[in-house]
Every structure is written in C-alpha cells, then in structure tokens.
C-alpha cells in the first residue's frame, strides 16, 4: 500500500464549530506533515510529527491543534476557524531523517470551506 | 530559513518541444530537491527527485540537474505531451520541504 488517505474530502463548516480532518498511512512512515494550499500558491508547512511527536510548529494559530495518536494516524482538530483558513489541507507521510531527508508522499487533501 | 525561487511562473509549450523549469535555493545545507506535479484538484506527485550528491537524474522524458555551487537545479522535460499540463513546484529541503511558487506549464496539440 503505497498511499496516503485523508477524510472528509470536503468539510464546510461555521466559524463557531469544531471539527477534525484525519489522515491515514500504511506505508511504515514514521513522519507525517500537515500542509496548508491556497489556490495556485504550493504547499505551507504547519505542523511534523517524527515517531508520533511534534518536531516542528511553523507558528500556526491555536485554533489549529494537530494529534497522532500512532504511527499511521494524523488528525487536525479545527476550532473557531476564520474565513481565511479555507484552504486545500493536505497530509504528507515519509521516512524521518535526521539529516537525511526523504521522499514525501501526499494524501489526496481534504478541500475546508469556513462559512 | 530556507527561501526556494522558481522560473518562470507559465510556460506554454507545443507539443513534442522541451520544456525547463529552473530553480534557486538558498540554504547550503539543503541536501534533498523533490519536483512535484499537481495537476487541477489532485494532490502533489513526486515526479522525480535529486540528492546533493548527484549532478543528474533521468527518468524516461524527465531530467533533473543540480548546480549546489550555484545553487540552482532545474526540471528538463522532453518530447512534452498534452498530459504533461499541470503545476510544478520544485522544493528543497533540509529539516522541511520548502516550496518554490509552481509553474503552471501548459502544452498545446
């Protein structure tokens, strides 16, 4: 099994609600990344797990708050969201290196609509 | 941190020509530079990828060249097909991705 698998494809939600995307991989990584894509902009990182603990945290706001609770699992658990984080959010799995980096491979993205 | 350049921003081809995607980074400890295509909707594929160690790769039409003392690696595709329309992003990482903007390469028939 060489893929990663995001649910819901698409999620509209209010500003006041609380929802969470989650994201699946069997391919043994032991990284996992979420990724935030505006339309025609690449990928920003926001948040990497290495072996299920958070390395790095690119300052992304409390409203976004990511978990894995093992090593295929990735959730991102959504609060009081503003209209500007609609946005294409994307999971990414591979290897974890420490200096050695390796292939990303991305889940099919779960399209966020905040109303 | 690292900053990732990409040229140009559109590029329209007919198709059976060459088409070059050039890139700069800036971070000399960046040692791993992916390309990724995106086509409209879909996610991100690795399409190929070259290490600091390597001065080419070549996989069937695609190429990737690097230039560490420059600085810059460039995407070569060959004999472009319609199908070859899409986004690309080279990226360049050291501890994370970074991304350049994409190119939106466009091949007409």
Known sequence: DTEVTQTPKHLVMGMTNKKSLKCEQHMGHRAMYWYKQKAKKPPELMFVYSYEKLSINESVPSRFSPECPNSSLLNLHLHALQPEDSALYLCASSQPGTGIPYEQYFGPGTRLTVT | ?109
């Open chain 2, 1 to 109: 941190g690292e900053n990732v350049e990409q040229h140009p921003s559109t590029l329209s081809v007919q198709e059976g020509d060459s088409a070059v995607i050039k890139c700069t980074y800036s971070d000399s400890a960046s040692n791993y530079f992916p390309w990724y295509k995106q086509e409209l909707g879909k996610r991100p594929q690795l399409i190929i990828d070259i290490r600091s160690n390597v001065g080419e790769k070549k996989d069937q039409r695609i190429a990737v060249t690097l230039n560490k003392t420059a600085k810059h690696f460039s995407l070569h595709i060959t004999e472009t097909q319609p199908e070859d329309s899409a986004v690309y992003f080279c990226a360049a990482s050291g501890t994370a991705l970074i991304f350049g903007k994409g190119t939106t390469l466009s091949v007409s028939s």
